[in-house]
Structure formats: structure tokens, C-alpha cells
């Protein structure tokens, strides 16, 4: 998994720069990102980026369409193995009613349904496990659907180039002091409880879903304003749980308070916690080097505790079990 981690910034460049066709669909007032995992998560960074434009978006992470969708909503269906049921299901239900439809996928069912149906389909290969070729599927998607998602080519590149400073930084040709991944990753003894601010969410999503996946251990994320009205009672007892704070460069005024105040609370009660600052910069910047910076402390933290990163046996056992052909 390492060799796959420590070429993210190649891999990132080489997607934006690949052979994909652009697309631009117009009179879309409405984008569903349907995906699960790792590919869910690529409909949260959109979610985020697009959450100032006047485009209303749906991140899927199931079955169902959204009641609202119509033949102006624009359905991106992202499943790396092309064989994941929910985003199957989304797509199929997207088909029926005339929604406008573009899927990535390596092959599988995806690429066969949309072969099938004449449905728009970018094949993007698996490198490693799907949550690996997280950042070619990012970029790949990026390289597609920038002009009608109205993400800039500068901000795009700028995220290319923050990946490649971290990358130096935090990759396993620098196991030293200076490594933030690997310092938090022998930090981490217990349950990691992630916070994240409003924006931000799907690094705190995508770290609890590595934690998880590649260190198999428990993990929890919470929205931190969200928190402030129910989660922080919890620290007033002794527990295993470890707070780590994700914390923006740009957060809104009262989300910063918010951190204070927490701090503050943790402080009092005698609990160790961790701080991960944002970058400043672009917001597609600032979450693909926190999601670098912390899919790296999984990795390093699963190795920490002589744990294979790459096999998901309960995963594989629950597809398994699922009796597809009565969905
Ligand atoms: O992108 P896919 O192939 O649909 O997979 C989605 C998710 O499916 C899970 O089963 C995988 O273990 C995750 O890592 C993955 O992100």
C-alpha cells in the first residue's frame, strides 16, 4: 500500500492529465454523487466545494434516488470495482426516470449496465483497492466534470501541487520526527474521536473510514458544532476515546470559538488531544492534504500495530452474505 500512497501526487497529475474526454452537461439544477466508502467520499468533496454555488447536491450513500431528482439532476455514479450494489441501484433508478447520467468505474456491473443502456461511462483503473485509487478516481473525475461543476483548472493544479509538498513530508522515505502522519499514528492508542468543522467533513469521514479499513480499529467523527450539543458530555467520564481536532484555516467565526471552548473543556478535564490544521488555500487544497496527511497516519498506524492494511475480511464476508438478486 505504501508504493501506491507515495505516488498519490504522480497519480493525482497523471489522472488531470490523462486522455479522459471532457464532458460539460448544461441545465442541471441538481447533482447526485452516488457512491459508498472511499467513493462516497468523493461526492463529499464535491458536496463541500459546490456547497456556495446555487447547485443543490445529494451525496448517496445507500439505495434510493432522491425523490427530487428529475431529467435536470445529474447523476455521477463513482464505484471503483463497478460492483457495488447501492451505486448500482442509484444508477439504475437515475436511468428510469431520464436523469442525466455519467458512472466511473474499473469495469463490472457498472460498466455493463451503462454499455448496456448507452449511458455515459469513463473507465478508470483500480490501482491497489478502492480506497487507494481514491485520488486517481478524484482527479479523473476532476479532469471529466470540472467545467460543469465550475471548479477552476488553477484551483485543481494548486491541490496537485499541495499533494506533492506534503507528500515529501509525510511519505516512507521520511520516517523521522518531522513526519506528522507517522507521530499522530503513535499517538493514537485508543479511539480516535474526530471532530471536523463545517466544510470539512469529509476528512473526518475519510479518516474514521481508514482507521476502520486499514488499521482496523474503532473510530468515531463528529461535526464539532453539532458535538457541542450532545457528544462533549461524554468527556466528563475516563475512556479510551482520543480526541483529534481537524481544524480549518478558514472555519467561520463561531466554529473557531467553538474550538477554543472545546480545548478548553478537554483541558479541564485532563484529556490529551491532538490538533490537524488546515492549509490555506483553495478548499479542494485544503482536503486532499488533510485526507493525505491522514490516510498516511493509518497506514503507519496499522504497521504500528502488526496489522495488514489491505485485507477487509468482514467487508468481503458481509458481500458475501448479501443476496444481491433480492435488491
Ligand atoms: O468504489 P467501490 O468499488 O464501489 O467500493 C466502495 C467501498 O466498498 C467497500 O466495500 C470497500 O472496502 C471500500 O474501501 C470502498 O471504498
Same mark, same amino acid.
Given at each position: ?13 497523471? =489522472?488531470? @492529465? ?7 452537461? &448544461?441545465?442541471? #439544477?441538481?447533482? *447526485? ?14 458536496? =463541500? ?7 443543490? *447536491? ?7 434516488? +432522491? ?16 460492483? /457495488?450494489?447501492? /451505486?448500482?441501484? !442509484? ?25 448496456? #443502456?448507452?449511458?455515459?461511462?469513463? !473507465? ?5 483497492? +478502492? ?15 470540472? *467545467? ?5 483548472? @488553477? ?6 501541487? $499541495? ?7 509525510? #511519505?516512507?522515505? #521520511? ?16 479511539? +480516535?474521536?474526530?471532530?471536523? +468543522? ?24 463528529? &461535526? ?26 478558514? &472555519? ?17 478535564? &485532563? ?35 502488526? /496489522? ?5 475480511? =468482514? ?9 444481491? $438478486?433480492?435488491?
Amino acid at each position: 500500500m505504501y508504493a501506491v500512497y507515495d505516488r498519490w501526487s504522480e497519480i493525482a497529475r497523471e =489522472s488531470f @492529465e490523462s486522455e479522459q474526454n471532457m464532458v460539460n452537461f &448544461d441545465h442541471i #439544477n441538481h447533482i *447526485v454523487f452516488a457512491g459508498m466508502g472511499g467513493s462516497g467520499t468523493i461526492g463529499d468533496i464535491f458536496s =463541500s466545494i459546490l456547497s456556495r454555488s446555487k447547485i443543490h *447536491v445529494n451525496v448517496v450513500k445507500g439505495y434510493v434516488l +432522491p425523490k427530487t431528482a428529475d431529467s435536470n439532476t445529474l447523476v455521477v455514479s463513482i464505484s471503483v470495482s463497478g460492483n /457495488t450494489a447501492e /451505486t448500482l441501484s !442509484v444508477l439504475e433508478s437515475a436511468q428510469k426516470i431520464n436523469c442525466k447520467t455519467i458512472a466511473f468505474s474499473s469495469g463490472g456491473r457498472i460498466l455493463d449496465f451503462c454499455t448496456k #443502456n448507452k449511458i455515459q461511462h469513463r !473507465v478508470v483503473p483500480q490501482i491497489h483497492s +478502492p480506497r487507494a485509487s481514491f485520488v486517481s478516481y478524484l482527479y479523473s473525475i476532476l479532469k471529466v466534470l470540472h *467545467v460543469t461543476l465550475g471548479i477552476k483548472q @488553477e484551483d485543481i493544479l494548486e491541490s496537485i501541487e $499541495e499533494l506533492e509538498k506534503i507528500g515529501t513530508r509525510i #511519505n516512507s522515505s #521520511n520516517l523521522t520526527d518531522s513526519n506528522m502522519s507517522l507521530n499522530l499514528a503513535k499517538w493514537i492508542t485508543g479511539i +480516535p474521536m474526530i471532530y471536523y +468543522p463545517f466544510g470539512l467533513q469529509s476528512t473526518g469521514i475519510r479518516f474514521k473510514n481508514s482507521l476502520n479499513e486499514n488499521a482496523k480499529i474503532h473510530a468515531s467523527a463528529e &461535526d464539532v458544532i453539532e458535538a457541542c450539543h450532545n457528544g462533549v458530555v461524554s468527556w466528563e467520564k475516563k475512556s479510551n476515546f482520543q480526541p483529534i481536532l481537524i481544524e480549518g484555516q478558514d &472555519d467561520h467565526i463561531k466554529t473557531k470559538e467553538r474550538w477554543q471552548i472545546l480545548k478548553k473543556l478537554l483541558q479541564q478535564n &485532563d484529556i490529551e488531544y491532538k490538533e490537524i490544521i488546515s492549509i490555506k488555500g483553495g478548499i479542494l487544497s485544503k482536503l486532499v492534504n488533510l485526507i493525505y496527511l491522514l490516510d498516511y497516519t493509518t497506514i503507519y498506524l496499522a504497521i504500528k500495530l502488526n /496489522t495488514d492494511p489491505t485485507p477487509v475480511k =468482514s467487508i468481503d464476508f458481509i458481500k458475501k452474505n448479501l443476496k444481491i $438478486e433480492k435488491i
